[in-house]
T-cell receptor
Framework: AQSVAQPEDQVNVAEGNPLTVKCTYS??????LFWYVQYPNRGLQFLLK??????LVKGSYGFEAEFNKSQTSFHLKKPSALVSDSALYFC????????????FGKGTSLLVTP | GAGVSQTPSNKVTEKGKYVELRCDPI?????LYWYRQSLGQGPEFLIY????????DSGLPNDRFFAVRPEGSVSTLKIQRTERGDSAVYLC???????????FGAGTRLSVL
């Protein structure tokens, strides 16, 4: 079975400060990991993915994520937060052994204050 | 180019009624997925099509839910005898063959009164 945990319901950060949104996963095979962002009344927008290769993945809008196999984590990071980054962030995993369905975490609400 | 299109954007129905939700994927994408997102939760997988066939329908909650994709493009999610617990946002996504990134539509918000 595969699962994703996002331990924080909400993350608050001041504009200009670095941000981290946490994600841990559990799979039986190799993990395919994704981050999506959701703005109000809009669909999910793809940010970045890890399939294989370098553990540090760079994505859209200055976001990056670090794959840590020993800690089974894939935390989302950004060096300097913007107010416009405020949104709902979802981590998702697909198990290389079990099909194409994505298993999502429950989401983390990011609030960046001016 | 155009993204994934879902219609209607909102649907209000009464308990016991039948509803159809439509998804128009990105042109050329062979894979199509349906997810359901309840309030305060992440999306939950319902069904996956590769071409015209349902390759994985393990997420459909019961036999009131059914989906088709007769020509390998547009898909329709059908819900019979709707219940209040079916109220959610239904999301559709598509991806290229052998592609890993799923591109999502804006969703259909279903409210069952």
């Amino acid at each position: 079975a595969q699962s994703v945990a996002q331990p924080e319901d909400q993350v608050n950060v001041a504009e200009g400060n670095p941000l981290t949104v946490k994600c841990t996963y559990s799979v039986s095979g190799n993990p395919y990991l994704f981050w999506y962002v959701q703005y109000p009344n809009r669909g999910l927008q793809f940010l970045l993915k890890y399939i294989t290769g370098d553990n540090l993945v760079k994505g859209s809008y200055g976001f990056e994520a670090e794959f840590n196999k020993s800690q089974t984590s894939f935390h989302l990071k950004k060096p300097s937060a913007l107010v416009s980054d405020s949104a709902l962030y979802f981590c998702a995993v697909r198990d290389s052994n079990s099909g194409y369905a994505l298993n999502f975490g429950k989401g983390t609400s990011l609030l960046v204050t001016p | 180019g155009a993204g994934v299109s879902q219609t209607p954007s909102n649907k209000v129905t009464e308990k016991g009624k039948y509803v159809e939700l439509r998804c128009d994927p990105i042109s050329g994408h062979t894979a199509l997925y349906w997810y359901r997102q309840s309030l305060g939760q992440g999306p939950e997988f319902l069904i996956y099509f590769q071409g015209t066939g349902a390759a994985d329908d393990s997420g459909l909650p019961n036999d009131r839910f059914f989906a088709v994709r007769p020509e390998g493009s547009v898909s329709t999610l059908k819900i019979q005898r709707t219940e209040r617990g079916d109220s959610a946002v239904y999301l559709c996504a598509s991806s290229p063959q052998n592609g890993n990134i799923q591109y999502f539509g804006a969703g259909t918000r279903l409210s069952v009164l």
